[in-house]
């Protein structure tokens, strides 16, 4: 039974951190620092809550939850697009852009959960109905969602490592006015990188509430997103290396959230609240570590300037 537990936690958490983490990688390898990251997640959850708790009453069929998943990622992207404007068209500072991207969301979210017509009697914004679609019976270790976030993470690394496409892409983010040189669409590739960014920032931000709220939404995402930037910059901008992170902050999380069953200690068990601080801790310690190491893109963070080509 506790065994069962754990793994289960470490799939809820490997999905999120995965999802957004991939999501801030896409961005950042074109040169576009995307700290929104936290705000496309509520903006995917609170559009996945709003029309999965309409679309129940309509069609109550599990399976059709897909539907609003597949919305929020759209909704989601084309609130990246506020972020792709600020930081490629005006070029503004993309920290202050994406901070900004995360106050509107956070306070758009908090809102509409609070507003009466919107929500529960308790403040909640419900998706009614759906449940987990587990492949392992009750467990819900083997999920969909964790099968989503294994079929996009590797299409990410395919078309990162395998697709000329994808190796443009890169050179975007490191040496932009050499590939404009060659006739190459900097604008476009930064602008479909943001988009998609926030698209599986959107994905994540439903999984968070479908498997780690139980449909619920209260109008956050916990600030996962920015555990997922510190999770991008522990993997080095490198997909292969960010699903080990991913994986070691999941078991971070999970040991705060399930150390009760973890030991018989009398006093631990008493005192379990405490270890919630854990994950968090741990993540400091991890990042201050490996901070001093990182490599990231080249021109991160440098608009773009075509007239200095």
């Excluded at 989601?76 to 068209?89: M, V």
């Excluded at 994540?204 to 449909?215: H, L």
């Excluded at 920015?226 to 902050?249: E, P």
Aim: proline share 2%; charged share 10%; hydrophobic share 50%.
């Amino acid at each position: 039974m506790a065994s069962n537990l754990i793994l289960e936690s470490l799939s809820i958490y490997f999905v999120i951190f995965s999802l957004a983490s991939l999501a801030g990688i896409i961005s950042e390898r074109s040169g576009v620092i995307n700290v929104g990251i936290d705000g496309m997640m509520v903006v995917g959850a609170l559009t996945y809550a709003i029309v999965g708790s309409k679309l129940y009453k309509v069609e109550s069929s599990n399976i059709m939850q897909i539907v609003p998943i597949i919305v929020a990622s759209i909704v989601a992207g084309l609130f990246a697009l506020l972020h792709a404007f600020a930081s490629i068209k005006l070029k503004a500072d993309q920290i202050v852009s994406g901070t900004a991207i995360n106050l509107f969301a956070q306070g758009l979210a908090m809102f509409l959960t609070t507003s009466r017509g919107w929500t529960e009697s308790n403040g909640t914004l419900i998706t009614a109905g759906y449940s987990i679609i587990s492949f392992s019976g009750a467990n819900n270790v083997f999920t969909i969602y964790l099968l989503i976030s294994f079929l996009v993470t590797g299409i990410s690394g395919i078309y990162f490592s395998f697709t000329r496409t994808g190796n443009r892409h890169i050179a975007v983010g490191e040496n932009p006015n050499a590939v404009s040189a060659v006739g190459i669409n900097v604008y476009k590739y930064r602008y479909l990188a943001v988009i998609v960014s926030g698209m599986i920032a959107g994905i994540s931000g439903a999984c968070f509430v479908i498997i780690k709220n139980n449909g619920n939404f209260f109008g956050t995402v916990n600030g996962f997103g920015f555990i997922a930037l510190a999770i991008m910059i522990v993997g080095q901008w490198k997909i292969r290396f960010t699903v080990i992170a991913s994986f070691i902050f999941s078991l971070f999380f999970t040991i705060g959230e399930r150390i009760f069953y973890l030991t018989n200690d009398q006093w631990i068990k008493d005192n379990s609240n405490i270890f919630n601080i854990l994950p968090f801790l741990l993540s400091l310690i991890t990042m201050v570590t490996i901070s001093k190491y990182s490599k990231p893109p080249k021109s991160i963070g440098q608009p773009y300037d075509e007239s200095k080509r």
